[in-house]
């Protein structure tokens, strides 16, 4: 019943980026329940956190703790909010995983060109030029360093972009614009800049007078 959701989802990423680093960097049981618990409401609240749900239970998979305690996290923490949606969907208009009427349907389907220039304007328009060209050199950055076993910050950054798929797609099936959707990928933005300036005072410094003067 919230009419605009994206602070809901920028808190509970948040939090799922947070005890998911926590969990693969001290193994506490605990926080892993925290992340699947992070998991599975942020998927209620958008359907642009399902595949970063996914990747971020692959990721808690990838690195194997108990099999018993990762299927429960997967199915309580995707599976099953996953499935409630559609079921409540389903109730509520008569179409599973209804998301969209096809007469708001605005752009043309199935233009890639189009939708990757919805989805690139979006970006620049959201959080500015400067900033845009710092985080994206952040992220390459980021997706460079989690092929090292220890970058788990790296990897994390690098799965929050997974909003970007979902609205790509949307893009693709005709959606309108939304100005408001680079917002999803704050999150993202964030932990790559934060990996890649950490302990580095003055780079630090200097990504916060770009984010200034956005």
Known sequence: ATPMTEPLFLGLVGGLAYFLVRWLDESRGAD????????????????EAWPLAALAMLLAAWHGRSRRTLTTSVGLGFVLPIVGYGLHAW????????AISSENLTQTKGDVAGAVALLVSGQRAGFGDALTLVAVVALALAAWRARRPSALLERVAFVCCAPAIVTLT??????????????LLAPALALALAASSARQRWLQALVLVVAAGQ
């Not at 892993?32 to 359907?47: K, Q």
């Not at 949307?170 to 917002?183: D, I, Q, S």
């Open 91 to 98: 109730y509520a208009s008569g179409i599973p995983f209804h």
């Open 32 to 47: 892993l329940a925290r992340a699947a618990t992070c998991s599975a409401l942020v998927c209620l609240v958008r359907y």
């Open 170 to 183: 949307a893009y693709l099936a005709g959606h309108p614009e939304k100005a408001r959707y680079p917002l």
